[in-house]
């Protein structure tokens, strides 16, 4: 890897993005739309925001970067400029870690627009600090930029990249916690949630609703999310191809 390829790669990434209104909007005002909505939802049951709407500022990024990240790069790819970049002196890893960089940035700022909001707006009521809280939001808007750019390898079009969000994020929304605790699932539902990072991604966020400083858990559970987010940008640089098949 070349550091000045790196940020040219994120720079000539975060131009076009510039230029895209609709993807800017999907990936910082959708999350915040969603948050708002969720509490007009429970706006009738006290404290059930509290105890959901942490979970889904984690979640929520995670997708919204999961999507924006895969069909972008997908796009690279179909349009030929992958395969013109590659025949430059630009590696894999020169590639996708100026993706990460240019869609991390944005993670930035839907993180914190997304936290202040549901902070200092919705009321989201925690014990922990604020920045904690933010902190997790960042990891979890970098694994789903690191997912994206992993699975973009696999799919041959834009349709085949959406398809990936069930195959990939459903499950663990269905096993991270959010709709049952994960110790009273069947033990093989629990043992498959345990391997999986929205599981930590979730957990992260618990400790800072319940807990007012920086615990044992909540360090294990941001180290876990931040790995898996590494290893798919790993695996995507492995897996990297030129063009679709």
Known sequence: MNTSRTLATARRVLLQLRHDPRTIALMIVVPCVLLALLNWVYDSTPGTFDSVGASLLGIFPLITMFLVTSIATLRERTSGTLERLLSMPLGKGDLLAGYALA??????????????????????????????????????????????????????????????????????????????????????????????????AVDGMKEVLTHTGVTGDFVRDLAVVAACAVLALALGAATLRRRTA
């Open 103 to 200: 869609f991390g940035a944005v993670a930035v700022v839907q993180a914190c627009l997304a936290t202040g909001l549901a902070v200092l707006a919705l009321g989201l009521d925690v014990t922990g600090s604020a920045w904690l809280l933010l902190l997790v939001a960042l990891a979890d808007a970098f694994l789903g930029i690191a997912l994206g750019l992993f699975v973009s390898a696999f799919a041959a079009s834009e349709f085949q990249a959406v398809q990936f969000m069930p195959a990939v994020l459903l499950p663990q929304i269905l096993l991270c916690g959010l709709l049952m605790p994960r110790d009273r699932m069947q033990p093989v539902l629990e043992a498959v949630s345990n391997v999986l990072p929205m599981s930590y």
